[in-house]
């Protein structure tokens, strides 16, 4: 076992990356009609990323704050949606397209997300009594 150095603590990165299925929204093979398979990578954030989402679900101020959850699902594979070296594939101008798709999916990269980003009900709550 290794004692946590200050160098090793702030140069090295070990983000989690994970594919997710995304078939539904893969082009349709001409030959068999049937959707090709494809994935799209759904990365882990920075804490600077992860707090600056979490402020942006925050609206209001002292006790008239609330969660708002507009477009949450699409605002949120727009953060971590990547290809395998970890760019985005989508830019925050592509939310209100993304609103548009079958929530099957956005829900699929939602809960991936939230499960590698620690995003919870939990956190909701502790964001409202902030």
Not at 10 to 38: R, S, Y
Not at 47 to 67: M, N, P, R, Y
Not at 85 to 101: A, G, H, M, W, Y
């Amino acid at each position: 076992m290794t004692l946590l150095t200050r160098e090793v603590a702030l140069t090295q990165e070990h983000f989690a990356i994970e594919k997710v299925d995304v078939t539904e929204w893969g082009t349709i093979d001409p030959e068999t009609g049937k959707p090709e398979p494809t994935y799209v990578y759904v990365r882990e954030l920075s804490a600077k990323e992860k707090d600056a989402f979490e402020t942006s679900l925050v609206s209001g101020t002292g006790k008239k704050q609330k969660i708002n959850l507009e477009n949450f699902r699409a605002r949120l594979a727009v953060l971590v949606c990547c290809d395998e070296n970890r760019l985005p594939i989508f830019r925050s101008e592509d939310v209100e397209r993304l609103t548009q798709k079958p929530v099957k999916v956005l829900s699929r990269i939602a809960e991936v997300a939230k499960r590698l980003n620690d995003l919870s009900d939990e956190d909701e709550e502790e964001l409202l009594k902030n």
